[in-house]
């Protein structure tokens, strides 16, 4: 099975509700996680990373929150707006021979309507 | 910059059929990565380069090549076309070591074979 996974494959909300994306990882060696949005049609985008010696870290109207006991990571998103609406992805970041191969998992599809 | 760019955006082959996909980027990055994107799935790496002349396999690498000869180049050849190859590729880029690990993506290739 994947080492990364996402507990909710479709998150609908209303504009303006803070949205929550989940993602579990199973490798307690990554060290580094990024979220990447994905517009249909279009190739991730990235929107933040955090490594593994924090627990948070905020961006512009999202957070991420890692939970390294659990092996698992949250991005959150303040505020949420129709142009929101896309798939997200985590990357786990595993070291392999001095560089870092990131595994995705299957993704969350967020809905936003207004 | 141009960023990441692909060529060409849409494909479509012959079973036993050969093509490459073109992937360059401009921001001059050691690391860059195949990926392919099946429907309603996350991304699989194919392979991936840490530097010129350096190539390695990822998780999903039958049925691919690829070369690293300059550091903005980095094709992908497919040998032998087969149906289970349908796809969107992806190629991405990163700094890399000492810097950051954002991958950059390009707009994907969308392959068919039939």
């Known amino acids: 099975g994947e080492s990364v996974g996402l507990h909710l494959p479709t998150l609908s909300v209303q504009e303006g509700d803070n949205s929550i994306i989940n993602c579990a990882y199973s490798?307690?060696?990554?060290?580094?996680f990024i979220w990447y949005k994905q517009e249909s049609g279009k190739g991730p985008q990235f929107i933040i990373d955090?490594?593994?010696?924090?627990d948070k870290r905020q961006g512009q109207r999202v957070t991420v929150l890692l939970n390294k006991t659990v092996k698992h990571l949250s991005l959150q998103i303040a505020a949420t707006q129709p142009g929101d609406s896309a798939v997200y992805f985590c990357?786990?970041?595993?070291?392999?021979?001095?560089?870092?191969?990131?595994?995705f998992g299957r993704g969350t599809s967020l809905i936003v309507h207004p | 910059n141009a960023g990441v760019t692909q060529t060409p955006k849409f494909r479509i082959l012959k079973i036993g059929q050969s093509m490459t996909l073109q992937c360059a980027q401009d921001?001059?990055?050691?690391?860059m990565y195949w990926y392919r994107q099946d429907p309603g799935m996350g991304l699989k790496l194919i392979y991936y380069?840490?530097?010129?002349?350096?190539?390695d396999k990822g998780e999903v690498p039958n049925g691919y090549n690829v070369s690293r000869s300059t550091t903005e180049d980095f094709p992908l050849r497919l040998e032998l076309a087969a149906p289970s190859q349908t796809s969107v590729y992806f190629c991405?880029?990163?700094?890399?070591?000492?810097?950051?690990?954002?991958?950059?993506f390009g707009p994907g290739t969308r392959l068919t074979v039939t």
């Open positions: 955090i490594r593994s010696n924090m």
């Open positions: 991405a880029s990163t700094a890399g070591w000492g810097f950051s690990y954002e991958q950059y």
């Open positions: 380069s840490v530097g010129a002349g350096i190539t």
């Open positions: 921001m001059n990055h050691n690391y």
């Open positions: 990357a786990e970041n595993i070291e392999s021979g001095g560089s870092y191969i990131p595994t």
């Open positions: 490798n307690s060696a990554s060290d580094y």
